[in-house]
């Protein structure tokens, strides 16, 4: 059973930085594509960044260029995502996924984590 847990959440204001993780079980996870997606209330889910398998290929969204992080450990079976410069707009549930691609399309993720509440205050 795979299973994928998001922690770091946390409120910070803004122009803080904050460092969420996600630890993966029940795959091979240096076989997996990781990606941070986030979602604000009302709004649809939002690509963030993604990491291919061997950790050389990053993808991000402008929204996250100069300012976020993805890395992964795969001997820790965890992928990170490190926020910093953070902006009220920045505040949504944010999600880790694993896919066979680092990919900005959601469907091409194959398990999701539950999510982790981010909030960024003025």
């Known amino acids: 059973q795979v299973q994928l847990v998001e922690s770091g959440r946390g409120l910070v204001q803004a122009g803080g930085s904050l460092r969420l993780s996600c630890a993966a079980s029940?795959?091979?996870?240096?076989?997996?594509?990781m990606g941070w997606f986030r979602q604000a209330p009302g709004q649809d889910r939002e690509f963030v960044a993604a990491?291919?398998?061997?950790?050389?290929?990053?993808v991000y969204a402008d929204s996250a260029k100069g300012r976020f992080t993805i890395s992964r450990d795969n001997a820790k079976n965890t992928v990170y995502l490190q926020m910093n410069s953070l902006k009220p707009e920045d505040t949504a549930v944010y999600y880790c996924?694993?896919?066979?691609?680092?990919?900005?399309?959601?469907?091409?993720?194959?398990?999701w984590g539950q999510g982790t509440q981010v909030t960024v205050s003025l």
């Open positions: 029940g795959l091979t996870f240096s076989m997996y594509a």
């Open positions: 990491i291919g398998g061997r950790g050389g290929n990053k």
């Open positions: 996924a694993a896919g066979f691609t680092a990919t900005m399309t959601p469907q091409e993720y194959h398990y």
